[in-house]
């Protein structure tokens, strides 16, 4: 059966989204104010990454117990004796949402992620885009459920990302939401002010915006400029982490999203959780994707999406221009 906007899966989705995202949001004000750890030091991307994985798997589970969860991290390396003030700190966060959490539950809600890619499960990214939070830019929350290979349900909180472009002093912090067959929405930081969203009518290659990662590993950025010279595109390309390059597209502020694989490691297989998510909604507000052969996005396979080679995004109407010039 599909599912609408009551459906249970939603809901449940929704609540995780959003409780994990005010977590991350509080550690990430904490260290802002607080200063105590140092800017190289990663502990407070592991602390966000470990307590949203923990919630969010908790919250799934406890409502829809036979679903797998498809996960980035497990507790191995949290339950070593070495980590136990990082497992505190985590056990700390989660309970200002989960009262009355211990560590040994923090630890094996973590543990609820597997690699079981199955008929039906849940692909969770806790954190995309960690050099985004730790330089205070974009990151997103990324769940998707997917069945008989195919997204069915995809949202990603944004917690920092402005929800209007003409706005940027308002509020920050956005949830996108999409379902199969039923649209893709914005609402803000707590799931209220929903509205459709659609992705830009251009139809001239020329006045496209491309998106694309900020880390140059991660893409080959000196292609995607000379793709830009190629359909004469002058205005500059908007760099941003993680999946909210997904959101941004479906809400039509760019238009072609580029994902060419970068030369650094041109055999990168990416990860299912990494555009789960963000692929479902792009495609309910009107958007294509596939992968930059023009493959559709295979999730049925395994974590890694091995049948593909990088990802682009478009508006739809531009896609198979895009790709043709991609074939240079
Ligand atoms: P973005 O913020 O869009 O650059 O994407 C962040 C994601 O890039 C992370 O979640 C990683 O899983 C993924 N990633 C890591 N290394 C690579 C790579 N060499 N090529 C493409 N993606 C990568
Ligand atoms: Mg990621």
Request: overall charge negative.
């Amino acid at each position: 059966m599909d599912l609408d906007q009551n459906s249970p899966e939603v809901v449940t989705a929704l609540q995780a989204a959003i409780k994990a995202s005010a977590l991350c949001e509080k550690i990430r004000m904490d260290l802002a104010a607080g200063a105590t750890l140092l800017k190289s030091d990663r502990s407070p991307v592991t602390i966000a990454d470990f307590g949203s994985q923990a919630m969010i798997c908790k919250m799934i589970r406890q409502k829809f117990p036979h679903d797998a969860i498809v996960a980035e991290e497990d507790s191995k390396e949290l339950r070593r004796p070495d980590c136990s003030r990082i497992l505190d700190r985590v056990t700390d966060y989660v309970n200002a949402f989960i009262p009355n959490s211990s560590s040994e539950e923090v630890c094996s809600w973590i543990d609820l992620g597997s690699n079981s890619v199955t008929d039906r499960f849940w692909a969770l990214d806790p954190i995309d885009g960690t050099k985004g939070f730790l330089r205070g830019d974009q990151y997103a929350i990324a769940l998707a459920l997917i069945e008989r290979g195919r997204v069915t349900l995809g949202i990603l909180a944004c917690p920092n990302l402005y929800t209007d472009i003409h706005h940027l002093t308002g509020e920050k912090g956005c949830l996108f939401l999409a379902l199969k067959g039923r649209g893709a929405f914005q609402m803000d930081r707590r799931g209220a002010d929903k509205r459709p969203i659609c992705v830009s009518k251009a139809e001239i290659p020329s006045e496209a915006i491309i998106t694309e990662s900020v880390e140059p590993d991660h893409a080959d950025h000196l292609t995607h400029q000379r793709l830009a010279e190629k359909l004469n595109i002058s205005k500059p390309s908007l760099r941003m982490d993680s999946q909210a390059k997904y959101g941004i597209l479906a809400r039509g502020e760019v238009t072609l999203y580029l994902r060419v694989p970068s030369s650094a490691e041109p055999g990168y297989k990416e990860n299912i959780w990494d555009h789960a998510a963000g692929s479902i909604i792009a495609e309910e507000a009107g958007g294509r994707v596939t992968d930059v052969l023009g493959r559709p996005l295979d999730f049925s396979s395994g974590i890694k999406m091995e049948k593909n080679q990088g990802i682009f995004v478009s508006n739809g109407i531009l896609h198979e221009v895009v790709l043709k010039a991609l074939e240079m």
